[in-house]
C-alpha cells in the first residue's frame, strides 16, 4: 500500500496560480502511475492529469491543458501540480492518487486507483 499526502492548496484570485505536491510513501516501487483528480461540490470526482513513473509521459484534461503541469521527483518521491491562469471553474478538492497500472490516456475513472490522498482546497475566486 502506498500513503499518499497532498498540500499547497489555498485560495486566490482568478489568474493567480498555486502549486500542489503529493508525498508518496510505503511500497511505492510498485506504483506504475500517478494522477491527480478534482472533485467540485456536486460533481462527480474526475481525472485532471496523470504522469507515467517510467517515462514520465503526461496526460490532461482538455480543460486545463496548457495551464496545468504534471510533474515528478522521484528522487524524493513527490508529484506535483502547477496550476497557471487559475479559474474559478478550477475550485474543487484536488487528491492524488497512485496505480499499479499504466496511464494510457487521461483516467476517465477513480477504478484503477488504490491509493489517496486526503486532498487539498483550491478555491478560485472571481
Known amino acids: 500500500q502506498v500513503q499518499l499526502v497532498e498540500s499547497g492548496g489555498g485560495s486566490v484570485q482568478a489568474g493567480g496560480s498555486l502549486r500542489l505536491s503529493c508525498v508518496a510513501s510505503?511500497?511505492?516501487?510498485?506504483?506504475?502511475?500517478m494522477a491527480w483528480f478534482r472533485q467540485a461540490p456536486g460533481k462527480a470526482r474526475e481525472g485532471v492529469a496523470c504522469i507515467r513513473t517510467d517515462n514520465q509521459r503526461t496526460y490532461y484534461a482538455d480543460s486545463v491543458k496548457d495551464r496545468f503541469t504534471i510533474s515528478q521527483d522521484g528522487a524524493a518521491n513527490t508529484m506535483y501540480l502547477q496550476m497557471n491562469s487559475l479559474k474559478p471553474e478550477d475550485t474543487a478538492m484536488y487528491y492524488c492518487?497512485?496505480?499499479?497500472?499504466?496511464?494510457?490516456?487521461?483516467?476517465?475513472?477513480?477504478?484503477?486507483?488504490?491509493?489517496w490522498g486526503q486532498g487539498t482546497q483550491v478555491t478560485v475566486s472571481s
Open positions: 510505503g511500497n511505492t516501487y510498485s506504483t506504475n502511475s
Open positions: 492518487a497512485a496505480t499499479h497500472g499504466v496511464c494510457v490516456s487521461l483516467p476517465t475513472s477513480t477504478a484503477s486507483f488504490n491509493s
